[in-house]
């Protein structure tokens, strides 16, 4: 059992509709972040809140929308999104000092059709 | 600009065959991290090493060691006999100021029996 969880594991949305991933992490950690992982390219890093606070957005398109309530939650809402988009979605988080080990949820697999 | 690449895309070995996986980084930095996180078929990354730039100590965990040199930019991993319950993709990544991580390729391997 991960200290990372993330909900739901499998997502099938319309480019008209408008969805949300959760992330709650049990670690105590103070960082959290959004990757995106294509077929067939390295992970990407899509967003990264510390102390709630986004201190990184790796030029994401508008239609993905991150919210960071507190340090334990990561929400990604998702709308009008583009067939591109399907992919698995990571939320990692860690302590915040800089060089310390992430650690990451299942993912959301998400399909765009 | 920092990089890292991972050149084997995929390798299949018999079980009990020890196993390398190569990884080759590219920084600026001479404060760095680097890391190796293992992607089983359920999704979510399980970290299994962190080394720093100033540490070229080799570390040996149970089947698992790995190599740092600086001299070569390389910072492999090796499996000892090889288990069926070993096939994922292996990720090398990358950390130098900051949180995000870059990740190589991976390297996807399978063992079987």
């Known amino acids: 059992e991960t200290g990372v969880t993330q909900t739901p594991r499998h997502l099938v949305m319309g480019m008209t509709n408008k969805k949300s991933l959760k992330c709650e992490q049990h670690?105590?950690?103070?960082?959290m972040y959004w990757y995106k992982q294509s077929a067939k390219k390295p992970l990407e890093l899509m967003f990264v809140?510390?102390?709630?606070?986004?201190?990184e957005n790796n030029s994401v398109p508008s239609r993905f929308s991150p919210e960071c309530p507190n340090s334990s939650h990561l929400f990604l809402h998702l709308h009008t999104l583009q067939p591109e988009d399907s992919a698995l979605y990571l939320c990692?988080?860690?302590?915040?000092?800089?060089?310390?080990?992430?650690?990451f949820g299942q993912g959301t697999r998400l399909t765009v059709v | 600009a920092q990089k890292v690449t991972q050149a084997q895309t995929e390798i299949s070995v018999v079980e009990k065959e020890d196993v390398t996986l190569d990884c080759v980084y590219e920084?600026?930095?001479?404060?760095?991290?680097l890391f190796w996180y293992k992607q089983p078929p359920s999704g979510e990354l399980v970290f299994l090493i962190r080394?720093?730039?100033?540490?070229?100590q080799n570390e040996i965990s149970g089947r698992y060691s790995w190599n740092f040199q600086k001299s070569t930019s390389s910072f492999n991993f090796t499996i000892t006999a090889s288990q069926v319950v070993d096939s994922a993709v292996y990720f090398c990544?990358?950390?130098?100021?900051?949180?995000?991580?870059?990740f190589g390729k991976g390297t996807s391997l399978l063992v079987t029996p």
């Open positions: 990692a988080s860690s302590q915040e000092r800089v060089g310390t080990e992430a650690f």
């Open positions: 670690l105590g950690h103070n960082a």
């Open positions: 809140y510390n102390f709630k606070e986004q201190t």
């Open positions: 920084t600026r930095d001479t404060t760095y991290y």
């Open positions: 080394r720093n730039s100033f540490d070229e």
């Open positions: 990544a990358l950390l130098n100021s900051g949180y995000a991580l870059n």
